[in-house]
């Protein structure tokens, strides 16, 4: 049974990013025939929002305080609004090889903001893996900065996909504590909900306009991959491999989505891959494997106080 469960988690971490790496060409895809960033941002917000509410009409419900309803508007602000704003319309601007990479970039984001807000101790093995995380970033914007085409990248791109990490990071910061309390189907329905009600007013014009125009049927099919697969599969599908999964094994999976991106980027011509995307690969995906490696302050502890133990023996 147990063996079960963890293949089933293994499987599902497996998807989901197998479906981010898809995610990045089929959007830019999409975002280059019809669509641009801002509708694409629209079209997530409000599917996954629609997906959600009428998948927790079929799942155990659970109560939800004023004041944890109205700490969701923080969370959907940085954990979506942000994260996904600055996330799509960098991909419409930049490479989708160049953005994939990027997101691998997230857990060195995460031991930062855990340093200076949560106090977490920075070991050397986390400095070593932030310099080489952030030489790989500084040659992918540099490399962006000289191209001449947003198939090698573009450096607005590039920053707007950084940007977007570190507001998840952030998000997952301030806001673990409220997102542990509840389910996938609860937390997610509820920042769903308020990302809509912030975002729409502001974008249903535009939307309107751009989907008035005469849009490809491929098009819609790669808009719903992104919604359905992209957001609303592949969220849920990365909690149930959180929960039996360690983060080390977790994080593992960060390296399936830019490997899936490039390889049908490549293949259809999206994406072009030169010698210092390699280089770039190499570095943040070396320093975030030294992050996730490195030990956290309750690891510290609770190794100090085995061996403490043990001397007391």
Not at 81 to 97: A, D, E, F, R, V
Not at 237 to 266: A, D, E, F, W
């Amino acid at each position: 049974m147990k063996n079960n469960k963890a293949l089933i988690a293994h499987l599902s971490m497996f998807g989901a990013c197998a479906f981010w790496g898809l995610m990045a060409p089929l959007g830019k895809d999409a975002m280059t025939h019809g669509l641009d960033g801002l509708t694409m941002v629209s079209f997530r917000v409000l599917g996954g929002c629609t997906l959600f509410w009428l998948t927790s009409l079929f799942v155990k419900k659970e109560q939800v305080p004023t004041k944890d309803k109205l700490m969701f508007i923080g969370a959907a602000v940085f954990g979506l609004i942000t994260n996904q704003c600055c996330y799509t319309i960098g991909l419409s601007i930049t490479s989708p090889i160049n953005a994939s990479i990027v997101t691998t970039s997230m857990p060195i984001f995460a031991m930062i903001l855990a340093a200076l807000i949560l106090k977490e101790p920075i070991t050397g093995k986390k400095a070593l893996g932030v310099l080489m995380g952030c030489s790989g970033a500084l040659i992918l914007i540099l490399t962006s900065a000289s191209a001449v085409s947003d198939k090698v990248g573009d450096i607005r791109g590039d920053l707007l996909c950084l940007a977007a990490q570190f507001s998840f990071a952030l998000y997952l910061s301030l806001f673990n504590p409220l997102i542990r309390r509840y389910s996938v189907f609860t937390t997610n329905k509820w920042m769903f909900f308020w990302a809509s009600l912030l975002i729409m007013p502001f974008t249903f014009g535009h939307v309107k306009d751009v989907v008035s125009q005469p849009i490809p049927a491929t098009t819609w099919w790669e808009a719903a991959y992104v919604v359905v697969f992209g957001t609303y599969l592949g969220y849920i599908l990365t909690m149930i491999g959180q929960k039996t999964l360690r983060p080390t094994v977790v994080s593992v999976y960060n390296y399936v989505q830019p490997i899936v991106s490039v390889v049908v980027s490549v293949l259809t011509g999206l994406g072009i891959l030169k010698p210092s995307h390699a280089i770039a690969v190499i570095l943040v995906f070396s320093g975030v494997w030294l992050v996730t490696k490195s030990r956290s302050r309750h690891d510290m502890e609770k190794l100090a106080q085995t061996r403490g133990s043990r001397r007391a023996n």
